[in-house]
């Protein structure tokens, strides 16, 4: 039990000092800045994606380096809360139909990254 939550925490440490640097990263200009939350949402499904099918290709993997992979690193750096929370900013500051088109491009374009994570994997 101690090593699974030694790799669960430093896969963690990884993901989630990686989603910081990430979100110092202005997307967009002017009076519309999108939040770097999609593009870690989008990078971590095709990796998270990715990790499974090279697991299911190659006939499985170690359990504490998936744990590190998949619930460590990929959980620390992507952010479904944040991305739930700035989806009801924006609808809180009056611009539903930008909640409305985030929520949908950040649903997806990561359902599609998974999909193909997996799919390159399975190369």
Request: proline letters at 2%.
């Amino acid at each position: 039990m101690i090593t699974e939550c030694l790799a669960v925490g430093a896969g963690g440490f990884i993901g989630a000092v990686a989603r910081y640097l990430l979100s110092l990263i202005k997307i967009g200009s002017g009076e519309i800045v999108f939040p770097a939350t999609l593009v870690a949402n989008v990078i971590g499904a095709f990796f998270i994606g990715f990790i499974i099918g090279t697991a299911q290709k190659n006939g499985g993997m170690d359990p504490d380096l998936m744990l590190f992979l998949k619930v460590g690193i990929c959980g620390g750096f992507t952010t479904f809360s944040t991305f739930s929370l700035e989806t009801v900013n924006f609808f809180n500051n009056g611009e539903p139909i930008l909640g409305v088109g985030y929520a949908a491009i950040s649903v997806i374009s990561c359902l599609g990254m998974v999909a193909l994570g997996n799919s390159v994997a399975g190369m």
